[in-house]
Structure formats: C-alpha cells, structure tokens
C-alpha cells in the first residue's frame, strides 16, 4: 500500500483527504505544517506529498526546499497546491501544481499518473 | 517531471427543480455546497429535499438520502410515492437510500463523517441529503465538536463536489454553530393570522447568491412544493420606451373620446365605483372589444362564475361566449376564499403569458387585498403586478368596489388607484327620478383626456356614454341637490 502524506493547516481538510484517500486505498499521513512533514519524513518516507502552500512555521515551498536540499529525499513526488492563482515553481524533479479548492476528480488522476 | 492544474472542483449551478425557488435562491444552489434546511415538524423539509433529489436524478445525476434519526425508509417512501415527482424506479438505482445512525450511534461524529465519505465514495452522488440532522447536533459534547463536524463535512462534500441538504428543526432565535458554517440556511415556517396559517420560506444566507430576501409564500401540492418570490422583492428591469400612440378601443365610442382615443396601450387603470354601478360590465366591454378584433383577453374575477359572468354580459347584449369557446377569451375565476395573493399574481402572469393576452381584467381588486396575510405589504405588491403587467405589454383594467356615496378623496381605494396611470370614477347621482351612473375620467398619466363628467347607461342593447344632464355635479355623492328639472340630456 502507497503513503501519502498530506500536508495543510487546516485541520478539516486534513481529515477529509484522511477519509478520501483511505477510501480508494492509500495509506495517508498528516502533517499541520512543513517543519512537522519533514521531521515525519526524515523518520518514514512517503510514497507522495500532498502540501499546501501557505502555513504557519514552514510554507509548502520551503518544505519543498528542504527536500530539494537532501539527495535522500529530493525525487519524492509533490503535489503542491495554493488558493494562489501563480504557484511558485520549485525546482523538485517530480512535482505537480493544483489549484485549491480540489475535487477528488481533479486531485485522483494526477496522483495515479505520479504513483504509478 | 512538472504539471499544472488549474481549479479543481467545478461550483456550477444547481437548479432545484422546485418552481419558484431557484428564483428565491438567486439561480439555484451551488455545487459541492452545504445547506441547512430548518423547520418545525411538518414544514415540508423532507418532500422538499426529496423533490429536487427527484428532480437531480432527472437531471441524470445520482442522489444519496442519509437518514439519522426520522422516519424508517419504508414510511420515508411510502408517504413521497403519493407525490408526482416521486419515481419508483430510480429508487435504488439512481437514488439511494442509507441510514447513518448506527455509524453515529457506534461512533459518534467522526464515525459519522467516515460513513459519510465511505458512501459518498461507493455511490459516487451529486447531491446528498442528511434527513435527521438533529441526532448529530444531540451527538455533539460541545459547540466546539459540533463545529469541527461541520467544517469537515463541507470540506468533504466539496472535495466530492456533492451538493449536501442538511434537514433540521427549527432552532428557533438560538444562534447553532453550523449557522455560520454552512453555505446556505433556509427556514421553512409558518405565518399565522388569526384561525388562518400560510407556509413560508426565508433564505437567511447564501453564499455566492445574490438571493432574494425576506419571506416567501409557498404551497406544499400533489406535485411538491410550489414557491411565489415576493413580487415586490424582485427586482424591477427598467422599463422600456413605452408606446404612448397605441390605443385600445373601451368598446364605447364616447369612452375612448375621453380617454383620448382610447386606452393607451400596456397602460393599467382603476375602474372605481360603487357595487353595481358597471364596473364590471365596462370591464367586459372593454374585453369584447378585444376578442373582436381577434385580440386575446384575460379576465380574472373573484366573486362570479364564469356562467354567470357570461350570462349577465349577454343580458346587456356583450356577447362573450364565441370568443370563450375559440380561446380568444380566459375566464379565471377564484372564489373569494383563503387565497394566497402571491399565487393569485403569478397564476394571472402565466396566464397573460401562455395566451400571449393583449386585454386583461382584475376584478374586484379588493379580492387580492382582502387575501393578503400580511396586508401592509399590499401597496408595494400592487405596486410590483401592475409593474410586471406592464412589462408584460398587457393593457390592464383594474376593478375596485368603494362604499356608496363615499367621498372617493378619503377611500382607501385612493391608494389603489395611485399606482394605476389612468383613473375612471363612477359615482351615482341620486335625483327625484331615480339612480344615474355618472363617470369622469379623473386622470390619464401619460396623454390628455378630457374629464367632463358623463352617465353611463346600461341597457338590454348595451353599454352607452351620453352628456351629463345639467346641474348633475351638483348631486354626486348625494351632497347636493339639482335646481329645476332633472332628467336626461341626451347628445
């Protein structure tokens, strides 16, 4: 079974991308921020992050950094998504950009074609 | 590897189905949002949700009814299988019917969302209703656990793109966490006026909608419920150039002289006078006179059958039933019962625009006043009808009864009759020979008329305008008396 670990300060989604994910059988783990993901990571690596962009204590894009910045971690696939019409661009080697709000219709496809 | 989304979930609109209520509504309900539904038992909740769930699976869709604690699906079904929209073989296959309880009972909220996302994931629906909202408020320790329930329930049936009608009790003046974390709250209630009850909807928020406010009429039918949007509440287009130069013949040559040439076309006007004076008759001049020209006319009345209504329009020679027969002439009647005004303006707005009606006749306009429930509202409505007659194009007379010999400047008819362009006035003069129909074009808004005072005689041959006999001003509203001899000048 794949983990995913979704990453978002807010706490409903987390718990509805929990139940959603689960549903159509992935394991999920959650993070409120990027500095609580990349300690989880560090100690258990996901199969692909789900990450929001704007949180407290560390943004999407730092988390991004930071897993760029470690040869171990750096090709872990991340969906990284923002209210924000421009998204920044980072420089991880797999990497998708969504648009909130997401639908699971959206959202289903692009992790197949990343968790193949 | 690198790709690009642009916004996933799709908030398109959702029609209800419901006539009426998209229009309340501001267009319909939005996708993927959640609504409260709140109201006492027996509002009308769970055939209204049932209604646009019908109406949804119509639509191709699928829909999910949760239960929680209401009616066993067996009873749920057997008392929608009464109503029009409710399809038995959609029942399973497009419409699905789950009970929630257990999961609630088993594990509380969080038991319940799981079961909810487990569902939402195995039927796949477009819209979800959750009948029996009430338990999981009763589940909740606290507002606070409340709240988090809800705001992950909206996250979910957004992230679902699942329209999702939450059904609950009326609340009352008590503020409810969901309140302000839902898109939308609707109340279904009920207004009473002494030994008399009406349904009501208001719309307390939706967001994304500009809905209409306020409270709104409806009526729970064979075929669901119906809603009436508060005429005045809608909001009024801008009218177009009207055409001043178009008259519509009164059927009384001496009439439209008066008036200018007659009627000026889309125009509405206030018939006033007393009971039996013709107001009426010179209603239904007025639309035999259309119906000859092949012209379809309308009349709305409250007080006589259309039999009778034919019957007393042929005793004095304004034949009627030909035009009836072919459809050049609609006879709505609505005895003056409990009737809704709301429902009366839109039934007399369809039906001006399913004829495609140039001529149109209300009357007894006293039959809508003394129907309104909330009758200060009355003006405004009045206000709003002639205006959507109007844009209708229909040239509209409007009958209105006023006590006998009153003084019409203190009637209450005087407000009516502000809101009309055109005002005619009949008034009896009581001599020593007996009763005259007087008649006085008081005021024509948008041309000039001429307001010398004539009589209207009825007789077998028909309807007639002739010169007033001399010093009759003098004895309108039996005030005065005439000087000399009194009897009929004829022109």
Redesign the interface.
């Known amino acids: 079974m794949k983990t995913i670990m979704v990453v978002d300060d807010e706490f409903d989604l987390l718990t509805v991308w929990s139940l959603l994910l689960e549903q159509v059988g992935y394991a999920v783990v959650t993070a409120p921020n990027g500095a609580f993901a990349l300690e989880l990571i560090r100690k258990a690596r996901p199969d692909l992050i789900l990450s929001d962009c704007m949180m407290p204590v560390m943004s999407g894009p730092e988390l991004c950094a930071a897993l760029f910045a470690d040869p171990d971690l750096r090709s872990i696939p991340i969906i990284l998504c923002s209210a924000a019409v421009d998204i920044p661009r980072q420089p991880n080697p797999v990497i998708a950009y969504c648009r909130k709000p997401l639908s699971i219709d959206t959202l289903l496809p692009i992790i197949q074609k990343m968790l193949p | 590897?690198?790709?690009?989304?642009?916004?996933?979930?799709?908030r398109s609109n959702v029609e209800t189905g419901v006539p009426g209520l998209d229009t309340i509504l501001g267009g319909g309900l939005v996708g993927?949002a959640l609504y409260l539904i709140e109201g006492m038992a027996g509002a009308g909740k769970t055939i209204l949700s049932s209604q646009i769930g019908f109406h949804r699976v119509l639509q191709g869709e699928k829909v999910l009814y949760m239960t929680l604690i209401a009616e066993s699906h067996d009873k749920l079904l057997g008392h929608l299988s009464g109503l029009s929209f409710f399809d038995e073989n959609a029942v399973a296959e497009k419409m699905f019917f789950v009970s929630g309880y257990h999961a609630l009972m088993q594990g509380g909220l969080d038991g319940f969302?799981?079961q909810v996302?487990?569902s939402l994931?195995q039927y796949r629906p477009s819209l979800l209703i959750v009948d029996g909202f009430r338990s999981a408020r009763e589940f909740s320790e606290t507002d606070l656990s409340l709240s988090?329930f809800i705001?992950?329930l909206?996250?979910?049936v957004?992230?679902?793109?699942c329209t999702t009608l939450l059904l609950a009790p009326l609340s009352g003046n008590e503020p409810h966490p969901e309140h302000t974390l839902v898109d939308g709250l609707i109340e279904l209630n009920r207004y009473s006026d002494g030994m008399r009850r009406t349904r009501e909807i208001e719309v307390h928020k939706m967001r994304a909608r500009d809905h209409m406010l306020g409270k709104h009429f409806f009526r729970i039918t064979d075929s669901g419920h119906v809603m009436f949007p508060r005429l005045e509440a809608r909001c009024a287009t801008q009218p177009g150039p009207a055409d001043l130069r178009t008259r519509l013949g009164s059927g009384i040559q001496r009439l439209d002289e008066l008036l200018g040439g007659g009627f000026i076309k889309g125009s509405t006007t206030t018939l006033m006078g007393a009971s039996g004076i013709g107001k009426t008759l010179l209603g239904l001049q007025f639309l035999a006179a259309g119906a000859l020209r092949g012209e379809k006319c309308v009349y709305l009345g409250f007080y006589e059958s259309p039999l009778r209504l034919i019957g007393k329009a042929e005793s004095v020679s304004i034949a009627l039933q030909a035009a009836c027969d072919d459809g050049r002439l609609t006879i709505q009647w609505q005895p003056a019962i409990e009737l809704a005004i709301d429902e009366l303006a839109a039934t007399a707005l369809a039906t001006v625009k399913q004829t495609g009606a140039t001529r149109l006749v209300l009357d007894g306009i006293e039959g809508f006043r003394d129907s309104a429930m909330r009758t200060g509202r009355f003006g405004l409505f009045l206000n709003a009808l002639t205006h959507q007659l109007r844009e209708a194009g229909v040239t509209t007379l409007l009958t209105e009864e006023v006590p006998f010999y009153a003084d019409p400047a203190i009637m209450r008819g005087m407000r009516l009759s502000a809101m009309t362009e055109n005002l005619i006035l009949l008034r009896y003069a009581e001599t020593d020979t007996g009763l005259h129909r007087m008649v006085s074009v008081v005021k024509q808004r948008e041309s000039a008329h001429d307001s010398s005072l004539r009589e209207l005689v009825i007789t077998g041959k028909g309807l007639d305008i002739i010169d007033a006999f001399p010093g009759a001003a003098g004895v309108l509203g039996g005030r005065g008396h005439t000087a000399g001899t009194v009897g009929r000048f004829d022109s």
Do not use: I
């Open positions: 590897m690198t790709t690009h989304t642009s916004p996933a979930s799709d993927g969302l799981k996302a487990s994931h988090k705001h992950e909206n996250a979910l957004a992230a679902m793109n």
